[in-house]
């Protein structure tokens, strides 16, 4: 069974960093695409960053330049690194993955983690 387990979340100040980790386990053949969401109170989740097996990545406008996501591929684990935190950037964070497949002729398959509350408050 596939199982997302992120960690990393809590309480920061405004212009502090954050990093989010997000570790991906079970049987696992490939993954396809690894990324982050989040979703603020009375708002649609949206995507934050993303990046794919072929090597690009994907920001939202409202975070390139402060946050960077990077994976370890060995450990199925995605990172997101977020500086210069803002007010607007409080919201649940929920890691993603998509066309997961667990062995080489499975269906692809897409997960969300539980969530992990990022709060820029002074």
């Known amino acids: 069974q596939v199982q997302l387990v992120e960690s990393g979340g809590g309480l920061v100040q405004p212009g502090g960093s954050l990093r989010l980790s997000c570790a991906v386990s079970?049987?696992?053949?490939?993954?396809?695409?690894m990324g982050w969401y989040r979703q603020a109170p009375g708002k649609q989740r949206e995507l934050v960053a993303e990046?794919?097996?072929?090597?690009?990545?994907n920001y939202a406008d409202s975070v390139k330049g402060r946050f960077t996501i990077s994976g370890d591929n060995a450990k199925n684990t995605v990172y997101l690194q977020m500086n210069s935190l803002k007010f607007e950037d409080t919201a649940v964070y929920y890691c993603?993955?998509?066309?997961?497949?667990?062995?080489?002729?499975?269906?692809?398959?897409?997960?969300w983690g539980q969530g992990t509350q990022v709060t820029v408050s002074s």
């Open positions: 990046f794919t097996s072929g090597g690009s990545t």
């Open positions: 079970g049987s696992i053949f490939s993954i396809d695409v």
């Open positions: 993603n993955v998509e066309g997961l497949r667990v062995g080489p002729h499975s269906l692809r398959r897409g997960y």
